[in-house]
């Protein structure tokens, strides 16, 4: 009873310290509320329909009813936001970064492409160019693989109806021509043969039909070939429909937690060096009790700091906590490994100055490389297994699991153990040194 009653009167200290700050309670809960509500929205949102579309120039230069086809194709396309653009300023936009990708469609380039088609590796081909932000290039190979499709549908169309006969007919003479020294271009000439035969039956068709004002049923006439296949786009997870900003604010709710960690670990700096420390320990209260209360009032603070930020999550941005045993596991080994990396920055720093400089470059360390600014999953695989020696990876893991992934308290598990293992670690090093010091 006696060790329990001034451990108890540190720990009340404590609490009404820091609950009469206010400018403490402003940065470790409004901030991280404010910045997770503006990454959230980057990563989607709520929903899928808050996903913007990709901002594109589109520079028409052929007039042909190929290249007005795939320009209406690539404006139809549900990713893409396409802008009309005269060359000169699809270029500029890209250069000041107000464009990710501007495409060009030059003169001549239907025609080049229809009889480029069957010209084989050797033959020559048609150019589109394509302008684009050096820190786009994912957008640029997004927007590659749309336009190929609008560009072989098209093709395929002009080339394999009837309307392409004469293309036809002048390859398979260039074919024919090309097989007295190279026999394998026979084979090519023998296809080309036969589609000429096709399409010689098609306008005949495409004649009578005009003739009787039949609708015209060629398939390659309407629309040419296409994917052979079409995907069908499924979410899967254990809990509700992915929310971006239940990643965010796991992660901007762990970063500003541990800033409060520092602030602790300065504090008992500045009270050893005025003296604070050293009257506190002259009492009859023992270093372990006083160590035990730091650690425990700050743990306290840091859990219900994160159930107030998820509490903003949940009624504002419609956050959905799957598993409440598993929220707070996540959150109690958390503000275990903040109060103890407090007690770290305290163990070993000689100035509050110099101490806070290296403890919130290692913060913002451990808060980038744990997925807090960007998710983990978009790492490099093999940065993706280092980061797991990253306490913040495991915190913002088990929020993750228990928040839209839905994965309950055996889900969020090995993310308490293992924020219960860096606690131990912490607590342990700073115990050992404070010990051997035999002061704070």
């Not at 910045?35 to 709520?46: D, K, R, T, Y």
Request: with cysteine; charged share 15%; hydrophobic share 50%.
């Amino acid at each position: 009873m006696t060790a329990i009653t001034p451990f108890l009167a540190l720990v009340r200290k404590d609490l009404i310290l820091y609950v009469n700050d206010k400018r403490a309670l402003m940065l470790h809960l409004l901030m991280p509320v404010l910045l997770a509500a503006i990454f959230g929205s980057l990563f989607g949102g709520a929903s899928k329909s808050n996903t913007g579309k990709i901002d594109i120039g589109l520079v028409v230069l052929d007039q042909s009813a190929s290249g007005r086809k795939i320009a209406a194709g690539l404006k139809a396309e549900s990713t893409l936001r396409v802008t009309e653009l005269t060359e000169v300023e699809a270029q500029e936009k890209v250069r000041a970064g107000k464009l990710a990708v501007a495409v060009v469609i030059p003169a001549g380039f239907g025609d080049a492409a229809d009889s480029a088609l069957f010209a084989g590796p050797k033959g020559k081909k048609p150019e589109l160019p394509l302008y684009y932000d050096p820190s786009q290039s994912t957008v640029l190979a997004m927007v590659k693989g749309l336009l190929t499709q609008q560009v072989m549908q098209t093709t395929s169309s002009a080339v394999m109806g009837s309307a392409g006969a004469a293309t036809t007919a002048r390859q398979l003479a260039e074919v024919r021509e090309a097989a007295r020294t190279d026999p394998a271009a026979a084979q090519l000439g023998d296809f080309l043969d036969s589609l000429k035969k096709f399409q010689d039956q098609r306008a005949v068709a495409d004649a009578e039909q005009a003739r009787t004002g039949a609708k015209a049923d060629s398939e390659f006439e309407a629309g040419g070939m296409s994917m052979p296949f079409a995907t069908r786009d499924e979410a899967l997870s254990s809990g509700p429909k992915y929310n971006g900003y239940a990643h965010s604010f796991g992660g901007m709710g762990v970063q500003f937690i541990l800033f409060m960690g520092i602030e602790m670990g300065i504090a008992m700096l500045a009270a050893r060096r005025l003296g604070i420390w050293n009257r506190l320990l002259a009492a009859p209260i023992s270093l372990a009790t006083v160590l035990a209360g730091r650690a425990v009032s700050a743990t306290v603070i840091a859990v219900g700091l994160l159930c107030a930020i998820f509490l903003c999550a949940a009624l504002i941005f419609g956050v959905q906590v799957g598993s409440l045993a598993g929220f707070l596991g996540v959150a109690v080994g958390f503000a275990l490994v903040t109060a103890s990396f407090g007690l770290l920055i305290a163990a070993f720093g000689k100035t509050p100055e110099a101490a806070r400089g290296i403890a919130v470059f290692a913060t913002l360390i451990m808060v980038v490389l744990g997925g807090a600014w960007v998710p983990s999953f978009i790492f490099p695989q093999w940065m993706q297994t280092a980061t797991l020696v990253m306490p913040t990876r495991w915190a913002i893991d088990g929020f993750d699991a228990v928040t839209w992934r839905g994965l309950g308290l055996a889900g969020a598990a090995p993310s308490i153990a293992g924020l219960l293992g860096f606690a131990v670690l912490f607590g342990g090093l700073a115990v050992a040194k404070f010990t051997r010091d035999g002061r704070g």
